[in-house]
């Protein structure tokens, strides 16, 4: 819903994927207008660092942002 709700997205693209035997990869990305200055670190983007994942967010202002978020695999 962020998409939508802050970046009027109207289309949203979602992949997750094994990256070898690693890690989880998902990776976001919509077609709203991006950001021109980074986000404040929600409650979402802190759950990921307490997970033991990192995350990548960037804004392809004016069309989109992309999220990269890896979870290390046991």
């Given at each position: 819903?962020?998409?939508?709700?802050?970046?009027?997205?109207?289309?949203?693209?979602?992949?997750?994927?094994?990256?070898g035997?690693?890690?989880?990869?998902?990776n976001?990305?919509?077609?709203?207008?991006?950001?021109?200055?980074?986000?404040?670190?929600?409650m979402?983007?802190?759950?990921?660092?307490?997970?033991?994942?990192?995350?990548?967010?960037?804004?392809?202002?004016?069309?989109?942002?992309?999220?990269?978020?890896?979870?290390?695999?046991?």
């Open positions: 819903t962020n998409s939508s709700r802050h970046g009027a997205a109207r289309r949203v693209r979602i992949d997750l994927d094994l990256d035997a690693a890690y989880l990869t998902l976001i990305t919509d077609d709203g207008h991006g950001f021109s200055a980074p986000p404040l670190q929600g979402g983007l802190t759950g990921i660092t307490v997970t033991g994942g990192t995350w990548h967010l960037t804004s392809n202002s004016p069309r989109g942002a992309h999220l990269k978020v890896m979870w290390p695999l046991p």
